[in-house]
């Protein structure tokens, strides 16, 4: 089955500076990878995806990148704001038919004011 | 339009009671499914269902039963609780798409203490 590591687990970051997360899965089949923020006593939301046709996706000062053949793909937020500061879990599965997700263990983003 | 919708938001129980956590949907979607999430564990799957009638394990399946008798509701049981079952759990529900973009939508959560 499919395996995806994320990392690093907790990131500290200063307001205004940029930071990435990182993801790595082993099904070569995946093709499509959903990123969700949970913010505390919340369940996880959506806040961008990608399939695996772009190489590249931004929304504002979102954006996430993936690279097939290493099996890699990346959450970039750039001037970072205090309001971002929660939990980020990435995930693969195969779009379509009834194919469940596998989510990464998630990182705990700090952004310090 | 309420999403997914969890009840209770918060739990506690005495090792070997029973009890059933509920989920419901508004949004016609075909597949749920019910994750835990427990400290540098993420999101671990427990049972999903992709139509009414239709029910399988995930990764811990152990100790929890499911059913899907509507499309809307997707009940986890805890027969005989377990202070190892002590954690927050997730519904989740995602519409069924040939191609497309299909992102699980998730209710608040519930979160279950055994003593």
């Known amino acids: 089955g499919e395996n995806v590591e994320q990392h690093p687990s907790t990131l500290s970051v200063q307001e205004g500076d940029s930071a990435v997360i990182k993801c790595t899965y082993s099904d070569s089949a995946s093709n499509y990878f959903p990123w969700y923020k949970q913010e505390l006593g919340k369940g996880p939301q959506l806040i961008i995806d990608i399939r695996s046709n772009v190489g590249e996706k931004k929304d504002q000062r979102i954006a996430v990148t993936l690279n097939k053949t290493a099996k890699h793909f990346s959450l970039h937020i750039t001037e970072t704001q205090p309001e971002d500061s929660a939990v980020y879990f990435c995930?693969?599965?195969?779009?379509?038919?009834?194919?469940?997700?596998?989510f990464g263990r998630g990182t705990s983003l700090i952004v310090h004011p | 339009n309420a999403g997914v919708t969890q009840t209770p938001k918060f739990q506690v129980l005495k090792t070997g009671q029973s009890m059933t956590l509920q989920c419901a949907q508004d949004?016609?979607?075909?597949?749920m499914s019910w994750y835990r999430q427990d400290p540098g564990m993420g999101l671990r799957l427990i049972h999903y269902s992709v139509g009414a009638g239709i029910t399988d394990q995930g990764e811990v399946p152990n100790g929890y039963n499911v059913s899907r008798s509507t499309t809307e509701d997707f009940p986890l049981r805890l027969l005989s609780a377990a202070p190892s079952q002590t954690s927050v759990y997730f519904c989740a529900s995602r519409a069924y798409g040939q191609a497309g973009n299909q992102p699980q939508h998730f209710g608040d959560g519930t979160r279950l203490s055994i003593l």
């Open positions: 995930a693969a599965s195969i779009s379509g038919g009834s194919y469940i997700p596998t």
């Open positions: 949004m016609n979607h075909e597949y």
